[in-house]
Nanobody, 123 residues
Framework: VQLQAYGGGLVQPGGSLRLSCAASGFTWDYYSIGWFRQAPGNEREFVAAISWSGGDTVYGDSVKGRSTISREKGKSTVFLSMKSLKPEDTAIYYC?????????????????WGQGTVVTVSS
């Protein structure tokens, strides 16, 4: 089982970014996918999640209205698009898979975790 998050990088404040999460080694369609992030010195924070069908999404308060999570039907890829980025969005972003039909913000439900991709928002 492998989850790989990629697409991070250096972005200026106010900019946009799209992160991708690619999976292999398990039946993707039966898992909801979530994004979490962790900044240096901070606890892990929930960002967004999408249900296995793609019909249900949930967002963390800190990114609500600035982010969109989506999954590509027929392909084991989930995207997290973020706009109006702020320096406080700087973190390592992880994607994870939960054996659940519903989108969930509860990290305890996530069985598989990727390695993370670094997002730095700075001028």
């Amino acid at each position: 089982v492998q989850l790989q998050a990629y697409g991070g990088g250096l972005v200026q404040p106010g900019g946009s970014l799209r992160l991708s999460c690619a999976a292999s080694g398990f039946t993707w369609d039966y898992y909801s996918i979530g994004w979490f992030r962790q900044a240096p010195g901070n606890e892990r924070e929930f960002v967004a999640a999408i249900s296995w069908s793609g019909g249900d999404t949930v967002y963390g308060d800190s990114v609500k209205g600035r982010s969109t999570i989506s999954r590509e039907k027929g392909k084991s890829t989930v995207f997290l698009s973020m706009k109006s980025l702020k320096p406080e969005d700087t973190a390592i972003y992880y994607c994870a898979a939960a054996r659940s039909s519903a989108a969930t913000s509860n990290a305890g439900y996530y069985r598989y975790w990727g390695q993370g991709t670094v997002v730095t928002v700075s001028s």
